[in-house]
């Protein structure tokens, strides 16, 4: 069994920056690809940032520039650092990381943390 627990989420100002974590822990042999995903009241989950296990990312268009993903191997964490943050970044984030196990890969997800950016 795997857990994926995030933190950092919370309200900030338009223009602020938060720094979200997600630790993941249990039966894990190694990681593969981690990323970030939010979903905003009535839209669908979509992603924001992902990164492989050599550290190649890929980031949504919308956070280009303001939104940095990393990752720590030898703690088993995924962060996102968010800059600029505006109003439309209010969304619960959630990390998911393909882990490998003692036969197979599995993809796992956090339960989310509540970014609220104000106006």
């Known amino acids: 069994q795997v857990q994926l627990v995030e933190s950092g989420g919370g309200l900030v100002q338009a223009g602020g920056s938060l720094r979200l974590s997600c630790v993941a822990s249990?039966?894990?042999?190694?990681?593969?690809?981690m990323g970030w995903y939010r979903q905003a009241p009535g839209k669908q989950r979509e992603l924001v940032a992902v990164?492989?296990?050599?550290?190649?990312?890929n980031y949504a268009d919308s956070v280009k520039g303001r939104f940095t993903i990393s990752r720590d191997n030898a703690k088993n964490t995924v962060y996102l650092q968010m800059n600029s943050l505006k109003p439309e970044d209010t969304a619960v984030y959630s990390c998911?990381?393909?882990?490998?196990?003692?036969?197979?890969?599995?993809?796992?997800w956090g339960q989310g943390t509540q970014v609220t950016v104000s106006t």
């Open positions: 998911n990381a393909n882990i490998q196990g003692s036969f197979y890969a599995k993809t796992w």
């Open positions: 249990g039966s894990i042999f190694s990681i593969n690809a």
């Open positions: 990164i492989t296990s050599g550290g190649n990312t």
